[in-house]
């Protein structure tokens, strides 16, 4: 198996723990609970700071010293409703108490306090297509450019109709050298509809020297250090992920893989 591609831990508690340290980066950092009603999960942010995703089910929650009280109403991530979100700020802490069987993602990057912990989602958040033909998918931005909610993190939620690509055409961004790209490093928390299925999703640098084509299972994430990184969905397969993106700039800014960017262009 791939060090880009991290399988779940069990199916309870928290299944991914995903530091920079262990992904061998520096910004990017990502965890996921899967709770029982009455399960509690709770950190310190440290130096980071965090965007708590209620991928699936209810939760009461709270963070630097704010009561959110129970969110969330989308109890299938296929439901593809914006979801419930909450920032909260480094050097603070956070918690979250379950009240239906829950997904919570854990997002985090490093923090600046430029930002007081807030509840972001669902408000401010919709479903929107991108992309045509096999090439269409449908995005939730939950704290992207556009969106003032965070001192490093881009994160958004894309859903890929079976037997269409996502991520695609080709692109990387892993050159600091704004405006013509930003340097990002990336996760992807993939889901799939029916959950034995399977996602196809290949990392590749221009020369080569990186080039990695993973199968990924419901629950898999997948690691984007550096290179392009499209994925497909199977035909029978729709297909979810959650996107972390973070480096020294909070933009994204990308460049097509050469050989593909005529598809890009065609399609504007």
């Not at 997904?103 to 669902?122: F, M, R, Y």
């Not at 020369?207 to 499209?230: C, F, I, K, N, Y």
């Not at 397969?237 to 959650?242: D, I, N, R, V």
Request: hydrophobic share 35%; charged share 25%.
């Amino acid at each position: 198996m791939t060090d880009l591609l991290r399988k779940p831990h069990g199916t309870g508690g928290k299944v991914h723990d995903i530091t920079p340290q262990s992904a061998g980066w520096s910004y990017v950092g990502f965890g996921l609970y899967r709770l029982k009603p009455g399960e509690v999960a709770s950190e310190a942010t440290g130096d980071r700071e965090a965007i708590l995703v209620l991928v699936e089910g209810r939760a009461k929650i709270s963070g630097a010293g704010r009561d959110f009280g129970e969110l969330g109403d989308r109890m299938d991530v296929f439901e593809k409703t914006p979801p419930h979100c909450v920032y909260v700020p480094n050097g603070t802490d956070w918690s979250a108490e379950a009240t239906t069987e829950c997904t919570l993602a854990v997002c985090t990057a490093p923090g600046q306090g430029g930002h007081a912990a807030q509840i972001i989602g669902p408000a401010g958040i919709s479903l929107t297509p991108r992309g045509k033909g096999t090439n269409t998918r449908h995005i939730n931005a939950i704290a992207m450019e556009e969106r003032d909610v965070a001192d490093s993190l881009l994160v958004t939620e894309v859903f890929t109709p079976d037997g269409h690509w996502s991520s695609y055409p080709p692109h990387r961004h892993d050159e600091d050298d704004d405006p013509r790209m930003t340097y990002l490093e990336e996760s992807y928390y993939h889901r799939l509809n029916p959950k034995t299925g399977f996602g196809i999703q290949r990392v590749f640098t221009d020369d080569l020297s990186l080039d990695e084509t993973m199968a990924v299972a419901d629950g898999d994430v997948v690691l984007v250090p550096r290179g392009h990184h499209p994925c497909g969905a199977p035909y029978g397969h729709e297909m979810y992920y959650l996107n972390v993106m973070a480096g020294p700039m909070r933009k994204w800014r990308f460049a097509n893989h050469p050989d593909f960017d005529w598809i890009a262009r065609r399609d504007a």
